[in-house]
């Protein structure tokens, strides 16, 4: 139940996204925004849509889907499934490739993001920022019995995660001030319930290199998170630790797992590729 609300709504915040940007530049192609938003219907818990599904969850007409989708289908980013609904294809993995080779340091920082989930029993990961989430860019440790396990790729709220507001508490000046004003237009509410928080974790990355999530995201989840740095060619990047709620305690978070990796990620740095802003 959890992820279809996350899956829902992740797809009205992609549309506010895109009719923002398209009512401030008519120069925008209304029918790739289109396309894009048919591939970013699928999601883990959804693999499989019919036309009809798609219009009804986009507002599309049915023509309109069927033929975006026939196109989707010649071009190789969407299938059929043997019921003849539509899945996306394998092809879309070639997209990643090179967004994923222009980050070789997602191997040099694989060895102390293991040796962090190793300790702890539990899973770690390196995000990046993307408009108003945080990516797994390289994820380690796979407990048995999770409720939840990152894998590269899947995203998450920079507003209400320890990842996103590491990532957050690297941005200055007006870069900050844009990226919160963004936040709070595509999700005013949740961005008002949160924005407390939000603060309180910046200022806390800012003073003691960490911040700690109970469950702000995923209620079956409790996490740690670092700034790492900003890279040469401006990706804000950090890195997370996990447990699940049931086994996590606390005050172990505070004095032992956030100090922790607030370490690791100060060594990282010592690498050069990475480098954090003055406040």
């Known amino acids: 139940m959890s992820k279809n609300r996350d899956n829902l709504n992740s797809l009205e915040k992609d549309s506010k996204l895109f009719d923002a940007e398209s009512s401030q530049d008519v120069s925008l192609s209304s029918t790739l925004i289109r396309g894009i938003e048919i591939l970013q219907c699928f999601t883990s818990s959804d693999r499989a849509l019919t036309n009809a599904e798609i219009a009804r969850r986009l507002g599309f007409s ?7 989708c026939k196109t989707l289908v010649h071009i190789g980013y969407l299938r059929r499934d043997t019921k003849g ?6 092809k ?23 040796e962090l989930a190793d300790m ?3 899973a770690a990961s390196i995000c990046v920022m993307s408009v108003d989430s945080f990516v797994h860019v390289q994820t380690t440790g796979i407990p ?11 995203t998450g709220p920079l507003h209400r995660s320890a990842s996103g507001w590491s990532l957050l508490s690297m ?11 963004q936040l709070n237009s595509l999700h005013p509410k949740e961005f008002s319930a949160f924005e407390e928080k939000t603060n309180a974790a910046i200022s806390r990355c800012h003073k003691q290199g960490f911040c700690v999530s109970y469950g702000d995201w995923r ?27 049931y086994s996590a305690v606390p005050e172990h978070f505070e004095t032992d797992l956030g100090p922790r990796i607030a370490d690791a990620a100060e060594a990282l740095r010592g690498s050069g590729v ?6």
């Open 85 to 90: 609904a539509f899945q996306l294809a394998p």
């Open 92 to 114: 879309m993995l070639a997209l990643n490739y090179p967004v994923l080779s222009g980050m070789p340091w997602r191997y040099e920082v694989l060895g102390p993001i293991q």
């Open 120 to 122: 702890c029993g539990g």
């Open 144 to 154: 048995p019995a999770w409720p939840y396990i990152p894998d590269i790729g899947q």
């Open 62 to 68: 049915r023509p309109t889907v069927s033929r975006l």
């Open 274 to 279: 990475f480098s954090l802003p003055d406040h």
């Open 219 to 245: 209620p079956s989840l409790v996490a740690t998170a670092a700034p790492l740095g900003i890279t040469d060619d401006g990706l804000c990047v950090s890195i997370a630790l996990g447990l699940p709620s």
């Open 171 to 181: 941005l200055r000046g007006q870069r900050y001030t844009d990226k919160i004003a």
